[in-house]
């Protein structure tokens, strides 16, 4: 298990984007679930209690994205096999690529007025 753990384990290699899934399911979802609950009143700007709770969860997870990244660089110099190098240099490859969809898909969704 705690070799699972290890940034230069492949499975890394697709846990950015089971992050950014997972992050994009439930914002969606709670939007959702929050609209038809108790929608924002329309005259309202962007700055409603969803559109913070979504801009909060976007920057959180960005922010452990850009980590596991940097992790993921940090442990690839530290590696002595290529093969785990490798792996760990995808897998933080992967982290930024999934940072980046983050931001690209929660800067709209927090700057727009919900419920529209």
């Given at each position: 298990m705690r070799r699972l753990l290890s940034l230069t384990h492949p499975i890394?290699?697709?846990s950015g984007l089971t992050i950014w899934s997972i992050w994009?399911?439930?914002?969606y979802a709670g939007l959702?679930?929050?609209c038809s609950v108790a929608p924002p009143?329309?005259?309202r700007d962007m700055l409603t209690g969803i559109n913070i709770s979504v801009g909060v969860a976007t920057l959180v997870t960005t922010a452990l994205l850009l980590w596991l990244a940097w992790a993921s660089v940090a442990a690839a110099r530290k590696a002595e096999l290529s093969?785990?190098?490798?792996?760990a240099y995808v897998s933080a490859g992967v982290f930024l690529f999934?940072?980046?969809g983050t931001l690209?898909?929660?800067?709209?969704?927090?700057?727009?007025?919900?419920?529209?």
């Open positions: 890394h290699m697709v994009f399911v439930g914002i959702s679930v929050a009143e329309p005259a093969r785990e190098c490798y792996f999934t940072a980046g690209f898909v929660g800067y709209p969704i927090v700057f727009l007025p919900p419920c529209l």
